[in-house]
């Protein structure tokens, strides 16, 4: 099996600064894709930044700017970068990943994170 584990999130200040990780692990043979989503309740979850394995990126119009995303494949992580951070940015962050497994490594599969919480508040 694959496990995503996000790690980062918290409290901050508008106008602060955040760093979130996903670290995946397991049954990993290569991993293709990674993404940051977030929700707020009662919303869609919305992808906020995504990164391919070559590390292109691709981020909502809300956050081009103030955050950014990065991969390190040696360690199979992804992280987001999130400054001047607005009240509006306030909710729960997911990874996931595209992955494909040691056990049947011609076949790809998505999969999340538990969700971190961010919360920007004065």
């Known amino acids: 099996q694959v496990q995503l584990v996000e790690s980062g999130g918290g409290l901050v200040q508008p106008g602060g600064s955040l760093r979130l990780s996903c670290a995946a692990s397991?049954?990993?043979?290569?991993?293709?894709?990674m993404d940051w989503y977030r929700q707020v309740p009662n919303k869609q979850r919305e992808l906020v930044a995504a990164?391919?394995?070559?590390?292109?990126?691709n981020y909502a119009d809300s956050v081009k700017g103030r955050f950014t995303i990065s991969r390190d494949n040696a360690k199979n992580t992804v992280y987001l970068q999130m400054n001047s951070l607005k009240p509006e940015d306030t909710a729960v962050y997911y990874c996931?990943?595209?992955?494909?497994?040691?056990?049947?490594?011609?076949?790809?599969?998505?999969?999340w994170g538990q969700g971190t919480q961010v919360t920007v508040s004065s």
């Open positions: 990164i391919t394995r070559s590390s292109s990126t």
């Open positions: 397991g049954d990993i043979f290569r991993i293709y894709d």
């Open positions: 996931n990943a595209e992955v494909s497994k040691r056990s049947s490594h011609l076949v790809r599969s998505v999969y």
